[in-house]
């Protein structure tokens, strides 16, 4: 007979479960603090897209469609750029790379890496295409393409803080 | 067995249906949201100050590390310069004493000539000095939040200056922080001057640290180093505030940089100038009716009370 967790355990299992999406959050306020990199550029480079990618592939069920939904909104809300922009270029990086996850999963880093430039150009060409429609003329994609590459160049590193966290706190936990 | 492995399918095939249907829901709220936001500002705007009014004491308190970072690694930047920066201040202190005699001439002067004009000086600015809480910028936008909202004073078109000069406006005011729009910004369109020439432009932000003149009449004279100052037109800001300078001609384009150094923006002052500006007219503020406090525009029109 399978024992019944007691409380404690299911609070510290919803806990678990809960640090992907909180990762997202702190990435998103992360890439909101003052910087002061206006020299390099904002630093609000679709931060989020980096855990959105990285759970989605190791610990699909922990990132569902919603959070992320709800993460775009957060995001769309915090900036002044045109409602639902941010949600729906979320959704489209989510999108990719729910499609790429069993190609990536368990794949070399490379590739995973790979991967992820891929799902970001997506996202960040969505987003482009978004903006220049909503405001009725092409809007220049150089500080767009300077985003993407930090993103890019930073996904190594979050990727193996998540790693370390994944392998610490959500060994068991799906 | 084969009943289990059925239902635990038809469990797979329902849960794989349902996020698509999801994704397929949370696509078209995305896309309403977008409409939504172009026809209803007003609810999208009060949204949003809700927002960052939640997220303000978050957002103060995650800054201060980096502010402390930062003037720390600013001391040791100054330490290491302090012999240069010693020479440089005896040369511009010369300067400045140079300068200080000439200005207490005009001064003298312009009193005397006010005295002979009965010029009625301009109304004080009220300011507010509040802290950058976040960098809320993308590749599309430039914008910032201060912590401070109305329940210090601020108010919706207020100007956001630095010492060196203008940076933005306020565009959204929350009950304890507010957002400003940076002059840098895609929407961003200030009326300026050249100081040098006295023609008349706007300055049109790009997303790039260096707004754009634009609007200038054709075979102006223009050069690198010109000064860029508001120009009191549409009464959002008074005439003559910092903007910045001429940097180059690049396309038959014109680019200004910034007085202000917008990587290096810890605080900002948002000053009210009571001016009746366009902005005003957007809050609905009959500006056609006197303030209390007098507007220094209406006092240099001609045959203004």
Known sequence: MALRPTVGQQFDLTLRRSIPVALAILMLFLGILPWNTHTLGPLNANLVLIPIYYWTLHRPRLMSVWSVAALGLVGDLLGVAPLGVNMMTLLIGYRV?????????????????????????????????????????????????????????????????????????????? | MKQRVGSVSLAVAARTWTQKFAFVLLVMTAFGMMLVGKADTLVVSRARTLLIDLVAPIMDAASRPIASAR??????????????????????????????TIGRELQSQNAALRDMLKFTPDARATYVTAPVIADTSSGYVRSLIVLAGAQDGVVKGQAAITGAGLVGRVLEVGRRASRVLLLTDFSARVPVVVERTRDQAVLAGNNSDNPELRYLPRDVDIKAGDRIVTSGVGGNFPAGLPVGEVIGVVDGRIYVQLYAQLERMEYLRLVNYSLPGILMQDLGVDTTKSNTVASPLMGRLPGAQ
């Open chain 2, 71 to 100: 003037d720390a690694a600013d001391q040791v930047q100054q330490l290491i310069q302090l012999k240069q920066e010693n020479e440089r201040l005896v040369h511009e202190n010369q300067t400045l004493l140079e300068w200080q």
């Open chain 1, 97 to 174: 790379a729910v499609s790429q996850r069993k190609l990536f999963a368990g794949a070399p880093f490379l590739m995973v890496w790979a991967g992820y430039m891929l799902m970001s150009a997506v996202a960040d060409f969505a987003q482009w295409v978004l903006v220049s429609a909503l405001q009725a003329q092409i809007v220049d994609p150089r500080p767009a393409i300077l985003l993407y590459m930090i993103g890019a160049v930073g996904y190594p590193l979050c990727a193996y803080c998540f790693a370390l966290i994944q392998r610490r706190s959500l060994v068991r936990v799906f």
